[in-house]
């Protein structure tokens, strides 16, 4: 009889090991007559590799398997014996072993699963300047790595979607080696931005793709675009006359620029409408010094307007580069452009960060009266606060619990093109019990905002 201890990896969902070798040495305690040390080397399906037992002390071993399926692999330690002896004694080292390295290759069969692309360079036909895309993404087994854009089948752009505060980090020169089991997050809100006016001029056929950290690749979008570019580029390599003053003290052509929300360290910031959104960042040179007094240029795409992001003005910098940008409370869902010219002639920005943030539409609900009997009826109200509002109205969805229940739908209005909605319900039992109601807007092509849902009101039936 005996006591197991188990150092094992397993490989994430929708996936399976196919290569792996660990290292390792220890101590197995000799027989005495009636149990002993042991280690063993396990492949889920490819069964026992190894099996070491009463050698004591033992140098660095190596167990490896290629080519199998494995759910997991494990080395296990034990004391054990025939059926019938003794229990090994307690206070007493019986098996130890280190793990000095392992290198497993971990197999991902499944692509990644985008949702639908949106932003200015999915409603633009005609591609100038910078153009954004936004879409959500999910892979289950390693993780969404990367987003590619290919202009007539050659690619012109890659990109880590998120690194995963360095997780999502591949260590060789594309060979896809990760420090970790499941390096990249399961889910994301990619952003994209595409300088247009670094790609060939004319009509062309794009294609946006991504892949996940094992190399699969799936299709987020194509079409064919009209790319325009500038009659004149000005930037690093141009006269300096062109060019005109520098933009900020220190001004380099190999600033580095970053920016985040305060709420959150993801690209995208999921917020509730009416709050004002706040954004920090930094801008250096190469050498990690301060800017000074630059203007930070912020460019807005808002969702479901067709057209090239709009300039929205900026900020400046402070001594040490960092600067500060608070969003207006009746802001919609939209993607934010951050760039740097180094020269204020400059045609050419040197320095971008793309940011998002998804608005939840904003509804008030208001029901009277408050109290209720069987066969009354309570007047219903409310109305959107976010603009714009399609011209048709929107359609809003009126819902009801009991306190701390699910939400069920038990009626649809259309508000007009000014937001307000109005109906009545009449409650067809009696009580007594408490309901609460609230309004849901859900998100649209036309309505730029997220699903949102108004604060709950109580009805309390007699």
């Known amino acids: 009889m005996g006591t197991t201890v188990v150092w094992r990896f397993n490989s994430p969902p929708d996936t399976y090991l196919r290569d792996w070798a660990v290292a390792y040495s220890g101590y197995l305690r000799p027989w005495n007559g009636q149990n002993q040390g042991i280690l063993e080397v396990w492949g889920a399906n490819s069964g026992r590799t190894d099996r070491l037992e009463a050698i004591g002390n033992f140098g660095p071993s190596t167990s490896a398997r290629t080519g199998v399926h494995d759910a997991w ?171 005109g003053a520098a933009n900020g003290e220190n001004a380099a052509d190999d600033a580095r620029l970053t920016a985040r929300w305060t709420r959150t360290r993801r690209a995208t910031l999921n917020a509730p409408y009416g709050r004002r959104n706040v954004i920090r960042g930094r801008l250096t040179t190469g050498g990690g010094a301060g800017i000074r007094n630059a203007k930070v240029e912020l460019q807005t795409a808002v969702d479901g307007r067709r057209g090239a992001p709009l300039d929205k003005g900026g900020a400046r910098t402070r001594a040490d580069g960092r600067f500060t940008l608070i969003l207006p409370r009746n802001e919609s ?24 943030v998804n608005v939840k539409a904003g509804v008030r609900l208001g029901v009277r009266p408050h109290a209720a009997t069987r066969g009354a009826s309570v007047k219903i109200t409310g109305r959107l606060v976010g603009k714009p509002i399609p011209r048709g109205g929107k359609v809003v969805e009126l819902q009801a619990r009991n306190p701390g229940g699910r939400w069920i739908t038990f009626r649809t209005v259309r508000a007009s093109h000014t937001g307000r909605f109005a109906t009545r319900y009449t409650f067809r039992q009696g009580g007594p019990a408490v309901y609460e109601m609230r309004a849901r807007v859900r998100a649209a092509d036309d309505y730029p905002y997220a699903t949102g849902a108004s604060r709950a009101a109580r009805v309390l039936v007699l």
């Not at 069969?109 to 895309?133: D, H, I, K, R």
């Not at 752009?157 to 594309?174: K, M, N, P, Q, Y």
């Not at 056929?205 to 892949?211: A, G, K, N, Q």
């Not at 869902?333 to 998002?356: F, K, M, P, W």
């Open 73 to 243: 692999m494990a080395v296990t330690i034990a004391c054990d014996g025939p059926s019938g002896n003794p229990d090994c004694t307690g206070n007493q080292i019986h098996a130890s072993t280190s793990i000095w390295r392992s290198r497993i290759a971990i197999a991902d069969e499944s692509p990644p699963s985008p949702g639908s692309a949106s932003g200015s360079a999915v409603t633009s036909s005609t591609w100038q300047g910078t153009q954004v895309f936004a879409f959500p993404a999910s892979d289950a087994g390693g993780g969404v790595y990367q987003a590619m854009l290919d202009v007539d089948g050659t690619s012109v752009l890659t990109r880590t979607i998120d690194d995963w505060s360095g997780r999502c980090v591949d260590t060789t020169a594309g060979q896809r080696v990760f420090r970790y089991p499941h390096p990249c997050p399961t889910s994301a809100d990619a952003l994209l931005s595409v300088n247009a006016d670094a790609l060939p001029a004319g009509d062309h056929d794009v294609t946006l793709r991504i892949s996940d950290a094992a190399g699969n690749l799936r299709t987020v979008y194509t079409a064919r675009k009209t790319i325009v570019v500038p009659a004149r580029r000005i930037g690093p390599g141009s006269d300096l006359a062109e060019r």
């Open 333 to 356: 869902s939209r993607t934010l452009v951050l760039r740097y010219r180094s020269h204020v002639n400059d045609t050419v920005a040197i320095a971008e960060a793309t940011l998002r």
